[in-house]
């Protein structure tokens, strides 16, 4: 009897007639796009890292990543998302600024078999020899509140091991909680960007944030707030004491290839503006 050959990653990826690579999976073109994260240095943003995000085209059209990934087979569903990491890393180089980091999202309950999950790793780790990449302008988001503690260790110290960095995303929100954060020790805890909105709401915000964030830099964590899209985000934020900023007032996600603007952002400007978004990419 013959055997098929399984369907790889690598078989699902083409590039387009400027180099530019995406994935093709079913009715889909996935394409790889990069929001801008910013470190404030006196009274502007600077931009340091990107984080790679997935626009979903169908018929010419773009999608809604987070209606993409729920459509997916939970069968399907690392094939998907290690090609998605797989064609960050390979459009990187497509952003032409030198000394950005990495940030990608990855969902440990996608494969939470070890074996499997550390194949993974190491299979990632190999494509950043190829690339010329380094792991340590990487940064991993562990996005899976839910995943089992002992496996999530694992996988943890096995990145590390590899010289790739560790964020917590979405603190603040489900288990992601002080008790994730003593479990992973991450270099980066990420602050939800919806949880921070509604916390920007009250008045004692700035009050009471400002002890959150000493408390997550004395565990030896960077705190990054996602999500900035009003100028009172920023400025509370600001006024934490935060080390990292993302959000659509500062940049929205552009689509690989798009020229990038390295000119830092003003603080000044930006909190003068209502509701205006300030596009890093031209």
């Not at 009274?43 to 085209?57: K, N, Q, T, Y």
């Not at 990934?69 to 497509?94: Q, Y």
């Not at 959150?212 to 707030?225: E, K, Y």
């Not at 929205?252 to 205006?276: C, H, K, Q, W, Y």
Request: charged letters at 25%; one cysteine or more; aromatic letters at 8%.
């Amino acid at each position: 009897m013959r055997l098929e050959r399984r369907r790889t990653v690598g078989d699902a990826i083409f590039a387009d007639e400027i180099g530019i690579e995406y994935g093709v999976f079913g009715e889909f073109r996935l394409r790889s796009a990069y929001q801008p994260i910013f470190a404030p240095l006196g009274r502007s943003l600077h931009a340091v890292a990107v984080e790679g995000l997935i626009e979903p085209h169908r018929a010419g059209r773009a999608g809604s990543a987070r209606a993409f990934f729920e459509s997916v087979a939970a069968a399907d569903r690392l094939f998907v998302e290690t090609m998605c990491r797989v064609l960050h890393l390979r459009n990187f180089h497509n952003i032409g600024v030198d000394g950005l980091d990495l940030f990608f999202n990855y969902n440990p309950m996608v494969n939470d078999h070890p074996g499997r999950a550390l194949a993974e790793i190491r299979l990632m780790s190999r494509h950043l020899g190829e690339l010329g990449l380094a792991p340590g302008m990487l940064v991993c988001e562990i996005t899976e509140q839910a995943a089992d503690d002992a496996l999530l260790a694992r996988l943890v110290r096995e990145m590390r091991r590899d010289g790739i960095r560790i964020a917590i995303d979405d603190f603040g929100t489900g288990h992601s909680t002080e008790e994730r954060v003593s479990l992973v020790q991450p270099d980066i805890v990420k602050i939800d960007g919806g949880w921070f909105a509604e916390f920007c709401r009250h008045a004692p915000a700035e009050r009471f944030f400002r002890p959150l964030v000493s408390s997550l830099h004395d565990r030896g964590a960077r705190v990054l707030v996602e999500g900035i899209e009003q100028p009172v985000h920023l400025r509370v934020a600001l006024d934490g004491g935060v080390d990292l900023l993302q959000g659509y007032l500062l940049a929205r996600p552009a689509l690989a290839g798009t020229i990038f603007d390295e000119e830092p952002l003003s603080v000044d400007a930006l909190l003068g503006r209502e509701n205006n978004v300030v596009p890093l990419f031209g």
